[in-house]
């Protein structure tokens, strides 16, 4: 196994190399040929997809699990929009930053290049295979895909309609590759090989994200938990305020960017939270409440300390009353995991106060935080969200998958 996923390095290492030196153009017919193949073989991606399916719900794996594994039609419509989306977008690799001509005459520059291999674990989303692949050939770099067991027939299908794709246009076909093998082991063997792979992006639970950070070699951006929040202030328009905060609960609960904490101003909590609850009640939430809550929402479940903390995706959501806007951000502030929070408010003081003073990726005012996402934001897909602050903080797009590196122009200048 270990001489099998070298190769896959080396192989790969050497297809960033030619890639880095093809154009806009082919990299563009890629993606197009990509998306031909995936949109001709629908039919198979299903019959693959139905095989994990079947082997997951034997398993017991969760609802929020499953639904993340499901490949719909419309979420293969997705993955062919993403690759037409990603194609579109301006190519970063090539452009010239921050030039400027020094005393002695030399122009001193910036340019974006390929980082070179990027490694990717994963769990249970194939359609992470397209997003990362339409990136990655974009942006003139090579990637090896390890996916979960629990999704490994849709990965391989997939990924090798991928590299048919590639196949066709003319790039190197090992510019994706896929390790097969599902076990520990072969991510040990992969974080490890730092002659071959120069970032490491884990997607997944806390349990797979701190494997790796702990064992590899190589600099790891993390896509960490999505404990999200979404404060509803005094001065929130109570109509927006619901609209907002049931979207960010259930329109898709068992994903990093679903609220999992709702902090209510106890000004507005009276009128706010029946209202909302309502609204839960219907969708079938399940709300655990601090003891203010509990005085206005007397039949709701007990939130503990340790709710605060939890990534629930599922349908379930903890609620509690603060006295302030500062209130609430210091909540936030020691609870969140650095990923998305929001604030419901018509007041531009506090709306400020609050996307200043949250230490998070991604900060909203009046919108809902399910819009955390690199398609939603413009930039065609996402490698992941970073919760951490370097190399780089929230969705990760094509220009996080370059780094600058200084160009110098002389005519004969010599250091004295």
């Not at 990965?155 to 590759?177: D, H, M, Q, Y």
């Not at 639970?205 to 202030?233: A, K, M, W």
């Amino acid at each position: 196994m270990e001489k099998n996923i070298l190769t896959k390095g080396r192989k790969a290492r050497n297809a960033s190399r030619e890639l880095a030196k093809m154009n806009t153009l082919i990299k563009n017919a890629a993606l197009n040929c990509i998306a031909e193949e995936i949109k001709s073989n629908r039919h198979l991606i299903k019959k693959e997809n139905e095989k994990d399916l079947i082997n997951g719900k034997k398993k017991g794996l969760s609802k929020a699990f499953i639904d993340r594994l499901t490949l719909t039609g419309s979420r293969i419509d997705g993955m062919i929009k993403i690759l037409n989306d990603v194609a579109g977008l301006k190519d970063p690799v090539g452009e010239i930053l921050n030039m400027n001509t020094l005393p002695n005459g030399l122009r001193v520059g910036q340019m974006r290049v390929p980082i070179g291999v990027i490694g990717i674990v994963f769990e249970s989303r194939p359609n992470v295979c397209v997003e990362v692949a339409a990136l990655t050939i974009k942006s003139g770099n090579s990637v090896i895909l390890r996916g979960g067991s629990d999704a490994i027939h849709s990965n391989i299908c997939i990924t090798s309609l991928i590299r048919k794709g590639i196949k066709k246009a003319g790039l190197p076909v090992s510019t994706v590759e896929i390790i097969e093998n599902t076990n520990r082991e072969s991510v040990l063997h992969l974080v490890r090989m730092k002659e071959y792979v120069d970032i490491i992006i884990p997607r997944g639970g806390l349990q797979l994200i701190r494997f790796v950070e702990e064992n590899s070699l190589i600099p790891v951006i993390r896509h960490d938990l999505g404990i999200c929040h979404t404060y509803v202030d005094e001065f929130a328009n109570i109509q927006m305020a619901v609209d907002i905060c049931y979207n960010a609960k259930v329109q898709r609960p068992g994903v990093c960017n679903a609220m999992e904490t709702l902090l209510v101003h106890k000004a507005i909590a009276d009128k706010f939270l029946p209202e909302m609850k309502k609204a839960y009640e219907k969708a079938g939430v399940e709300l655990r409440g601090c003891e203010r809550t509990k005085i206005i929402l007397p039949d709701i479940n007990d939130a503990t300390d340790e709710d605060w903390r939890t990534e629930y995706l599922d349908l379930i959501l903890s609620v509690k009353i603060v006295d302030s806007v500062d209130e609430a951000i210091q909540h936030i502030n020691r609870y969140s995991s650095a990923h998305s929070d929001g604030i419901v408010t018509d007041s531009y003081t506090n709306g400020m106060k609050f996307i200043n003073e949250v230490d998070s990726a991604a900060c909203f005012i009046n919108a809902s935080i399910r819009f955390s996402d690199g398609n939603e934001f413009g930039l065609g897909a996402e490698m992941g969200i970073s919760n951490q602050k370097l190399h780089v903080r929230g969705p990760m797009g094509l220009k996080d998958l370059t780094a600058p590196k200084y160009i110098i122009f002389g005519n004969g200048q010599i250091k004295q």
